[in-house]
């Protein structure tokens, strides 16, 4: 690969760990279990379709085909998505939710923390609006994951079930591949299995806080960021995302 | 017709009221970066305060709008990412205004000082997002009234 294509590989995996992401939480809006946290999960969604919005933006100016972030969201399939598994499983009940938020919020602005000293200046600036917006993510799916995890005897039971369902996902995020490799060694973005002690500190801390016990297991499933294997649930994600498109092709606003 | 001065487009812009909350203006909000004339264009820098905030491209139309109304018809409207938005950016004149119309204004310490509403100092949070993607839900245990607070970023 050349270097830019390495570049578009990276932009892509941020942009579509958002977008798949946000898309994910957007399904709660109208069905959250209170309202508050029904805005709650709207705003984080809207953050994080925002953030895609900077990461493809770039990612299409860098692939230079004239695609804009929205060609790439809505014109892709399964397979040229890069996002980590973790953020397409299904939404569960509203403890997995969360536990998922978090898990992917610790990761996140630990990531987007290295990224404000990226040797590339467009990706330092989005990271510097994003992991403002995330340490909010951060401190609200904290807070819930220790307000259940340490709450009534069933809301701990679902989120020690949620743990141990999302457990094995998290090993993806800090997997390392010949893209990380080349873009640490160009100062873009840090080699993801670097950020792993600091991630386990974190999530250890708020888990024990929460009553949890994080499984004994590194078992990891793979496939998501280098596009190799999604789950069957991207497919069925991407046929409620994309539909407009894939009905109207080129409707536009 | 000469073209307008700097100085004259800024107090434009401090008339076009914020879309979701009017009682504040763009300029007060400290949306606006930076105001120039490139020949006989105008060049106008936003910065969004959330990057997902919808109100986003109502504020670019509303601003090009009131340029126009003002006779300006080569407008270029750039979207600034950094420096990220910051809270420190709300003038004093909007600061008042937030507390006036009943959303608590920022505080370096992350939660609101006092309800806006009675001025007590017992007030607690509901939840870390409000109406918008700004501002937080907050209420005084004093006078029980709910109230946004403009978050801390
Ligand atoms: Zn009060």
Redesign the pocket.
Known sequence: MTRDETFLQFLLRMGDNTLILGHRVSEWCGHAPVLEEDIALANTALDLIGQTQMWLGLAGEVQGEGKSADDLAFLRDAWDFRNVLLVEVPNGDFGRTLMRQFLFDAWHSIMLGRLLKSSDDRVAAIAEKASKEVAYHLERSSDTVVGLGDGTEESHRRMQEALDYLWPYVGEMFASDEVDAEMAAAGVAPDPASLREEYDSLVQRVLTEATLTIPDSRFAHKGGRDGRMHTEHLGHLLTQMQWLQRAYPGATW | MDRATVEQVWEWLDAVPDPEIPVISVVDLGIVRDVTWEGDTLKVAVTPTYSGCPATSVIAMDIETALRDHGIDKIKLETRISPAWTTDWLSDKGRAKLKDYGIAPPQPAGGPDR?P????TAVEKVSQFGSTPCKAHWR?T??R?PFDYFKCI
């Open positions: 309800c509403h009675c001025g007590s005084c004093d006078c009234e």
